[in-house]
């Protein structure tokens, strides 16, 4: 089992920047992938980022590149996303999601069994 719950959400003018966090509850001593996902109203859920929470290793998609960091508090486990230089486009429910184990090459919905509820991100022009 695992719990998780996003926060951090709001409104922010394009080229700010906005942190959300994901405290999650797992079982102790737990390896996970981690990632964050996020859907836009009308269109398919998008992967974000993902990280391990042991080794790190993160990888984002190419729309938020250089823009976007993901990271990791183990101590508090907590996950992190900090968005620089927003754009509309970034504008959607956010969510975290996690599954134990390592993560894979790639950042796929139906490679995390445990998600958040979300949080709004709203980016204006």
């Known amino acids: 089992q695992a719990h998780l719950l996003e926060s951090g959400g709001g409104s922010v003018q394009a080229g700010g920047s906005m942190r959300l966090s994901c405290a999650y509850n797992?079982?102790?001593?737990?390896?996970?992938?981690m990632a964050w996902f996020r859907q836009a109203p009308g269109k398919e859920q998008e992967a974000v980022a993902r990280?391990?929470?042991?080794?790190?290793?993160?990888i984002f998609a190419d729309s938020v590149k250089g823009r976007f960091t993901i990271s990791r508090d183990n101590a508090d486990k907590t996950l992190y996303l900090q968005m620089d230089n927003l754009k509309p486009e970034d504008t959607a429910m956010y969510y975290c999601?996690?599954?134990?184990?390592?993560?894979?090459?790639?950042?796929?919905?139906?490679?995390?069994?445990?998600w958040g509820q979300g949080t709004q991100v709203t980016v204006s022009s």
């Open positions: 990280i391990n929470t042991d080794t790190g290793n993160p």
């Open positions: 999601a996690a599954e134990y184990g390592y993560c894979g090459l790639g950042i796929r919905v139906r490679d995390f069994t445990y």
């Open positions: 797992t079982l102790l001593n737990s390896r996970l992938c």
